[in-house]
Every structure is written in structure tokens, then in C-alpha cells.
């Protein structure tokens, strides 16, 4: 056998342990949260929230269609994903154990993509694995109660394609998670941006039209279903208000703790609210800066890939952290902040920390904080929707964390760029001509 062969063979045999115990780890959690929730008679969100969807869908009602207190607000996959289960049985406990079991077998595709990234990225598969199933145990009941672990691995599985250079396969593949959740289109122009900084404007322009013509495929069913309600659920999102859990509602509730503000909490399209006028123009604005945050990133992503001469090394770095900080801004900027978001970045947060030439050590710490902190949030909910000071804080440290982790990974990306000299010498020059002027 050649030697390079065996050398192989040792590190994967020396990698199994953590391996396994990172698939134990998604499996146990799995069997608790069907226990918890089947077998144990208790009632889930996937039974309330999902249930109803699926079985409508399988008595013939087409998607989007006007349908009593019922309201359409998931893109289209995302429906057909909750009608598998139902295919099983409508029974909700039944329901409930099948939902589980589809979202446990994504989890447990999610964990071998990220160490098949992690070693086409030359990292340790052993790190990434870590800081897949522990940011996973972390919001584990958010994993199997709601949808968004497929997404989130669809992001990941459409970054090891890029990886290994079958770029229109990872855009369509972000189609097929776009249609799912909508922030996988972050991770398409992600993968866009070094195109159009190298000037390969032929690979652009296909991978763009590979992305948009999946999309649309996808979709057309749906949309020739019920053309004229197929955008409810986009308006759906945008004509709600400033979340609960949102970095904003948070710090305006900060405010509000200091006597400097005045909020209630109302529920409305399936979430807690603050409602009153400072967080209904909070809302009006957070969208524009939310489109402002996702803006700076994506500039700052094609300077560097302008400045870099796109080099394969250079992608192997950048592209995971800039998928990362993408998905981060969206998260931090906007005026809607479910607990779930927090699944969408345990895949990427493991690529990421086997991406970079030092491993991130503070953006990680800020990440597993944040995470560990979203853990409690089903039992705490009550003292964010009252007000509570302490609850209040809690919640404003969680967020805190995750904006953190967002400003340590742009600086990862930015390590050892001229760009960042770039912006060390203007904030140089600009302190010293304040200091010149007369006072």
C-alpha cells in the first residue's frame, strides 16, 4: 500500500472518536426530543404550527390559496417540506416522530458535510466536527422543532460543492435552500462577488443564471398554483413589526429599563412584538439597514478579492467568512430575530473556524456564548414578553454576543489585507487633521 495512503488511513482512524461522538451526540437528542414530545404527550410547535400546513396541503388545498384562520407565510418548499411527514400519518404524535426523524437525518448530513469541507479545506475535521454537534446541542430543541437545520445544511453542502470547484451545482443547490428559507441567496452572492472581482464575467453570468433560472424552476408550480397570492409570504415578513428578540427591540428595551423609552409587547404574525411608536419607526428603518449592513460586507468582500487577485488560497479562506458574516449582518440588522436564526449559523460557524490561518478563537467564544445563552429561551420567554429587567439584560448580552461575533469575524477576514492598512491609515489621517484644526 503506498505510504500516502496509510498516512491517510491513520488520521481518519485517529479522527472516529470525535466523529462518532458528534453522531451520537445529534441521535441522543434526537430520541430525548421525540420522548419529550411524542411519548412523553407533550405538544410541540411542529404539531401546532406544521401540522396544520401538511394536512392541508395532502386534502388538496394548493399552497397560498385563501384558506380560514390558516396563513400561508412559508416559502413554497418549506410547505412541501411539512407535507412529508403528514404522508406518514396526521396523527400529531405520529407527525411529530416522523418531523423529528427528518430533521435528526438532515443533522446527521449536516455534521459529515462539514468534515468533508473541513478537509478539502485542509482543517481539522476534529474542530469543526466540536463545534458542529456542541453548537448544535446548544439550540438542539430549536433543531427538531422547527425547519431550518435543512437550510442550514443546504448552505453547507453548497459550500464543500464550491470547495470543490462545482460552483453552478452549489448555486443550485442555494436555490433549492432559498425556496426553503430565503437567506441561502446571501451564500449565492457570496460565491458571486470573487467572479465578478477576478472578471470572469462569462462564469458570473452562468452561475447567476444557474441560481436564478433553479429559482425559478422551483418555484413555478407554486406561483402557477395561485399566481395572484403567491407573494404572501414575503409580504407576510415585511409588514411585521419589531420582533421581541431582535437586537433593536432588545436595546430598546434597554432604553425603556432607563426611563428613556416607552414599549408594550403584543403578539402578532406568529411572533411577540414590541408595538408603539419608537418601535414601529425602528421597524421602518431596519430593513434599509439591514440592505445597507449586507451592502458594506459584500463591498468590503470584492475589494479584498479585487486586491487578493481571487488566488485559490485566498477563496479558501474568504469565501466561508464571508458566507459567515453575511448570514450574521441579516441576523444582527434585522427587525426579526427567532431563536431559530441561531441554526442557520452552527454549519457555517464550523467551516468557518477550519477556514481561517489562526483559528478564530474570539469570533467562536462570542458564537458558543450566544448560543449557549439561546439555549434557555423557551423557559424565559415569559420575562422578555413582561419586561422583566433581568430577562431584559439577558437577552440584550445574548445579542450582544452575536453582534460581537459578527464584528471578530469581519476582522478575521480582513487579517493581514491591505485593505484593513487602507483603513488604519485614513482613520490615522483624519485623527491627525481633527488634532491639527484650531480650537
Same mark, same amino acid.
Given at each position: 500500500m503506498p505510504r500516502r495512503s496509510v498516512i491517510a488511513g491513520c488520521a481518519a482512524c485517529r479522527g472516529m472518536p470525535i466523529a462518532i461522538a458528534g453522531f451520537a451526540l445529534v441521535l441522543i437528542l434526537m430520541a430525548c426530543h421525540i420522548y419529550w414530545y411524542a411519548a412523553g404527550g407533550g405538544l410541540g410547535e411542529v404539531q401546532t404550527y406544521y401540522l396544520p400546513y401538511g394536512d392541508a396541503i395532502l386534502r388538496g388545498i394548493a399552497p397560498y390559496t385563501p384558506f380560514g384562520d390558516l396563513r400561508w407565510e412559508y416559502p413554497p418548499l418549506g410547505l412541501a417540506l411539512m407535507a412529508l411527514?403528514?404522508?406518514?400519518?396526521?396523527?400529531?404524535?405520529?407527525? =411529530?416522530?416522523?418531523?423529528?426523524?427528518?430533521?435528526?437525518?438532515?443533522?446527521?448530513?449536516?455534521?459529515?458535510?462539514? &468534515?468533508?469541507?473541513?478537509?478539502?479545506?485542509?482543517?481539522?475535521?476534529?474542530?469543526?466536527?466540536?463545534?458542529?454537534?456542541?453548537?448544535?446541542?446548544?439550540?438542539?430543541?430549536?433543531?427538531?422543532?422547527?425547519?431550518?437545520?435543512?437550510?442550514?445544511?443546504?448552505?453547507?453542502?453548497?459550500?464543500?460543492?464550491?470547495?470543490?470547484? &462545482?460552483?453552478?451545482?452549489?448555486?443550485?443547490?442555494?436555490?433549492?435552500?432559498?425556496?426553503?428559507?430565503?437567506?441561502?441567496?446571501?451564500?449565492?452572492?457570496?460565491?458571486?462577488?470573487?467572479?465578478?472581482?477576478?472578471?470572469?464575467? &462569462?462564469?458570473?453570468?452562468?452561475?447567476?443564471?444557474?441560481?436564478?433560472?433553479?429559482?425559478?424552476?422551483?418555484?413555478?408550480?407554486?406561483?402557477?398554483? =395561485?399566481?395572484?397570492?403567491?407573494?404572501?409570504?414575503?409580504?407576510?415578513?415585511?409588514?411585521?413589526?419589531? =420582533?421581541?428578540?431582535?437586537?433593536?427591540?432588545?436595546?430598546?428595551?434597554?432604553?425603556?429599563?432607563?426611563?428613556?423609552? $416607552?414599549? =408594550?409587547?403584543?403578539? $402578532?404574525?406568529? $411572533?411577540?412584538?414590541?408595538?408603539?411608536?419608537?418601535?414601529?419607526?425602528?421597524?421602518?428603518?431596519?430593513?434599509?439597514?439591514?440592505?445597507?449592513?449586507?451592502?458594506?460586507?459584500?463591498?468590503?468582500?470584492?475589494?479584498?478579492?479585487?486586491?487578493?487577485?481571487? $488566488?485559490?488560497?485566498?477563496?479558501? &479562506?474568504?469565501?466561508?467568512a464571508a458566507a459567515f458574516l453575511l448570514v450574521l449582518a441579516f441576523i444582527v440588522f434585522n427587525k426579526v430575530f427567532s431563536a431559530q436564526y441561531m441554526v442557520w449559523l452552527v454549519p457555517l460557524a464550523a467551516v468557518f473556524a477550519v477556514s481561517q490561518e489562526k483559528i478564530p478563537a474570539r469570533a467562536l467564544i462570542c458564537f458558543g456564548c450566544a448560543c449557549l445563552m439561546t439555549l434557555p429561551f423557551s423557559t424565559i420567554y415569559d420575562g422578555f414578553c413582561a419586561h422583566d429587567p433581568a430577562a431584559v439584560a439577558y437577552l440584550f448580552l445574548r445579542n450582544a454576543f452575536v453582534a460581537l461575533t459578527m464584528v471578530e469575524t469581519a476582522r478575521c477576514m480582513m487579517r493581514g489585507s491591505s485593505l484593513r492598512r487602507l483603513l488604519r491609515e485614513a482613520s490615522g489621517l483624519l485623527h491627525r487633521s481633527r488634532a491639527a484644526e484650531p480650537r
Open positions: 411527514p403528514a404522508l406518514a400519518s396526521t396523527d400529531p404524535g405520529a407527525y =411529530q416522530v416522523a418531523y423529528s426523524s427528518m430533521a435528526g437525518a438532515a443533522a446527521l448530513a449536516g455534521l459529515a458535510i462539514v &468534515r468533508m469541507a473541513a478537509r478539502r479545506l485542509g482543517g481539522d475535521a476534529d474542530l469543526a466536527t466540536g463545534v458542529y454537534a456542541l453548537g448544535l446541542a446548544s439550540v438542539w430543541s430549536f433543531v427538531f422543532e422547527r425547519y431550518d437545520i435543512f437550510p442550514a445544511v443546504l448552505t453547507a453542502g453548497a459550500l464543500l460543492l464550491y470547495l470543490k470547484g &462545482r460552483t453552478d451545482w452549489a448555486m443550485a443547490l442555494l436555490a433549492v435552500g432559498t425556496l426553503l428559507k430565503l437567506y441561502p441567496a446571501l451564500l449565492a452572492v457570496a460565491l458571486l462577488i470573487p467572479l465578478l472581482a477576478g472578471r470572469e464575467y &462569462r462564469r458570473l453570468f452562468r452561475s447567476a443564471a444557474v441560481f436564478a433560472a433553479s429559482c425559478a424552476a422551483i418555484a413555478a408550480p407554486f406561483f402557477l398554483a =395561485q399566481p395572484e397570492h403567491f407573494t404572501t409570504f414575503i409580504s407576510y415578513h415585511s409588514d411585521r413589526g419589531l =420582533q421581541l428578540e431582535s437586537l433593536a427591540a432588545s436595546a430598546l428595551l434597554m432604553a425603556e429599563m432607563a426611563g428613556l423609552a $416607552s414599549t =408594550q409587547t403584543g403578539m $402578532s404574525y406568529g $411572533s411577540f412584538n414590541l408595538e408603539g411608536a419608537a418601535p414601529d419607526m425602528i421597524a421602518s428603518l431596519l430593513m434599509p439597514a439591514t440592505a445597507i449592513a449586507i451592502s458594506a460586507c459584500c463591498l468590503m468582500f470584492f475589494l479584498m478579492a479585487r486586491e487578493e487577485g481571487c $488566488s485559490a488560497e485566498f477563496l479558501k &479562506r474568504a469565501v466561508p
